[in-house]
């Protein structure tokens, strides 16, 4: 069913790799997207029924913090080295496929969870799954586009990932919704079960069709500088340890301060549907449409924006507007932090969510073409996986540490939202101070490998 990709690299010859994209490389990107949503919606919705497994379990905030941090992000960011270690010796879609297999388990095994420590059992595997997605699929796109659309096709990959985080949201929250309406004509003695564990069950069911779906990608432009004809002669230019070694420093700076941002939206994003819920009074599915459709709208303006910017700093900062734009937009989502403290209703929470995802989302799309350009080629998949890692430790930190700082302010009014103001300004702050610090460093990197 999956062919393998050397011997389509054997296959390809240097005149078609000239050409253009033909469709079945827009199909495969049109693939990868669709997989990407429903990862969305199965990390979405653990997020959405928060406050009912809360109610249900009797969890403390740092409990489900603890689900939404070091479940998903901690072990999946230990994850992350080995699967983009495979993913540049395997065939991508195989590993791909096996992710899929493995999150959507868990995300069903999530509804079947009896207390805190099945839960939290069941979002490892979750976060284990979701750890390859990046890497994978940041590794792949070149094997389907041509160099010269690759940016093109990584542009409209982080566009569509993007919006989806708000349409996964925005479902899942329908999806709440429309199970609650049915809930007493449910089938197979459904009608007695928690509507999150239905929910639960649902998003996981999609599962063999993404993996169908995946193994009719064929990659066509395996690049040349990966490997020799052969596939066993090592390519050209520095060695993984050599490359390492001499922009560890670099590397450290960079995506320290994306890490940063990560953690920091990590935390509103985490929470806010809780405090939508907990301090407003809305329901888990209003939250989900409401928070949904915010992020949606930030992300489209957030994108345009975050482009028209980088070209305008283009003829004054050459290779490093993308970054100044990142610093932009993570000072931004900063000052946009602040009007939580004085939100009135949960529509302003909705318009300044939005707000915050138009900041880092106009910074956060520069950051895949960033990271391909600072390093060759064939070490693309595990710089990807680095930097998943080191995002995904600094996100498990920012839920846990809400939720702690919650729990010390559990008499304070809004105590909460002031736990997720002062993660955040932390965050976006740093953040802002590693950018500046690395441009030079960044730069040279740009020079030498892009």
């Known amino acids: 069913m999956f062919d393998s990709n050397t011997e389509v690299a054997q296959r390809a010859t240097a005149s078609r790799a000239e050409t253009g994209a033909g469709a079945g490389a827009w199909f495969g990107l049109l693939i990868l997207v669709v997989v990407t949503f429903f990862a969305n919606v199965d990390r979405q919705m653990l997020v959405l029924v928060a406050e009912l497994i809360r109610a249900e379990f009797h969890l403390a905030d740092i409990q489900v913090g603890l689900l939404q941090g070091a479940g998903i992000a901690l072990f999946a960011g230990a994850a992350a080295i080995p699967i983009g270690w495979l993913a540049d010796r395997l065939d991508r879609r195989v590993v791909l496929a096996l992710c899929i297999l493995l999150w ?35 590794g792949l796109l070149p094997d389907l586009f041509p160099a010269r659309q690759r940016i093109l096709a990584n542009s409209v990959f982080a566009l569509v990932n993007l919006l989806s ?64 004809g052969t ?62 459709s915010a992020a949606m709208a930030g992300s489209i303006i957030g994108c345009a924006a975050g482009w028209l910017l980088a070209r305008r700093l283009d003829t004054r900062l050459g290779v490093l507007a993308p970054l100044r734009v990142c610093e932009w937009g993570a000072l931004g989502a900063c000052v946009v932090s602040l009007g939580y403290l004085i939100a009135p209703s949960v529509l302003y929470v909705y318009l300044l969510f939005g707000a915050q995802f138009m900041c880092v989302v106009a910074g956060m799309i520069m950051f895949p073409g960033l990271m391909q350009s600072i390093c060759p080629s064939h070490l693309r998949s595990r710089v990807a996986a680095i930097g998943v890692l080191a995002t995904v430790l600094m996100q498990s930190v920012s839920p846990v540490a809400i939720g702690t700082i919650s729990d010390r302010l559990h008499d304070t009014h809004a105590g909460l939202i002031w736990a997720i103001v002062a993660v955040s300004l932390s965050g976006f702050v740093a953040a802002c101070l590693l950018m500046r610090s ?5 730069r040279l990197a740009i020079e030498r490998y892009a």
């Open 438 to 442: 690395a441009a030079n460093a960044v």
């Open 165 to 228: 985080a708000g349409a996964g949201m925005a479902l899942g929250g329908m999806l709440i919704q429309g199970i609650d309406a049915t809930h007493g004509a449910m089938p197979f003695g459904l009608g007695g079960t928690s509507t999150w564990r239905i929910a639960f069950f649902a998003v996981a069911v999609p599962a063999p069709l993404l993996m169908l779906m995946v193994a009719m990608i064929r990659p066509r432009h395996k690049h040349a500088e990966r490997r020799s």
């Open 104 to 138: 959507s388990a868990a995300t069903a095994a999530c509804g079947m969870a009896t207390g805190f420590p099945t839960l939290f059992v069941a979002s490892i595997g979750l976060g284990i799954g979701e750890a390859g997605l990046m890497p994978i699929i940041y």
């Open 231 to 292: 596939g066993n002669a090592p390519v050209s230019g520095p060695a993984a340890a050599e490359y390492f070694r001499a922009e560890m420093p670099m590397m450290i700076r960079f995506f320290g301060a994306i890490a940063l941002i990560n953690m920091a939206f990590a935390g509103v994003t985490s929470w806010m549907p809780v405090v939508a819920v907990r301090v407003f009074g809305a329901t888990p599915a209003t939250v989900g449409a409401g928070l949904g």
